[in-house]
C-alpha cells in the first residue's frame, strides 16, 4: 500500500532497501550463512511486499540459485540493486556491494527527504496563512455586523 502513493511510494522503498542491504549485509560480515541470514533479515523488513520477496529469495537459495536470480524478476527491486547483487555474488564480495548499495539510497532517501522538506515549507506557510486569515474574518465579521447594524 505505502509503495503506491505518488510521491511517498519511492522514499518507502528505498527505505525499504536500505533496511534489507544493511541487515544482510551485517550478518554476512557476523559469518552468518546466507539462508539464516536472510530468514533473519525477513524479519526486521516491516513491509509485507519485501518480506514475501525476501522468502521466495530463500526458497530459490535453498535450491541452489543465485540471490539475484528472484531479485531480477520483482518489480519493486531496481534492475542497479540487482545487477549488483549479482557481481557481488559472482565476485564472493556480497557483503562489499551490499554496503555500497546501502551508502547509495541512505543518500538518496536523505536527499529524497531533504527536498519533501524544502517543498513542505512554503506549503505550509500558505497553510498557516489561510488558518490565520479565516480566524481573523471569524473575529472581525461578526465586530463589523453587529457595528453596521447600529
Known amino acids: 500500500m ?7 511510494g519511492t522514499l518507502f522503498q528505498r527505505i525499504y532497501l536500505v533496511r534489507f542491504t544493511r541487515s544482510l549485509q551485517t ?9 539464516k ?14 518480506r514475501d520477496l525476501i522468502k521466495n529469495t530463500i526458497k530459490e537459495v535453498e535450491d541452489g540459485n543465485s540471490i539475484s536470480s528472484v531479485f531480477e ?10 545487477q549488483m547483487m549479482s557481481i557481488g555474488e559472482r565476485s564472493g564480495r556480497l557483503d562489499t556491494v551490499l554496503g555500497r548499495i546501502t551508502d547509495f539510497y541512505t543518500r538518496e532517501v536523505n536527499n529524497i527527504i531533504a527536498n519533501l522538506m524544502t517543498l513542505m515549507e512554503p506549503i505550509i506557510m500558505v497553510v498557516m496563512g489561510v488558518g490565520v486569515g479565516f480566524m481573523v474574518a471569524a473575529i472581525i465579521l461578526p465586530m463589523y455586523q453587529m457595528a453596521s447594524s447600529f
Open 73 to 82: 524478476t520483482s518489480e519493486q527491486i531496481p534492475k542497479m540493486v540487482s
Open 27 to 35: 550478518l554476512l560480515l557476523g559469518g552468518v550463512n546466507i539462508s
Open 37 to 50: 541470514a536472510l530468514a533473519i533479515t525477513a524479519e526486521v523488513v516491516t513491509n509485507d511486499v519485501y
Open 2 to 8: 505505502l509503495l503506491r502513493l505518488p510521491i511517498f
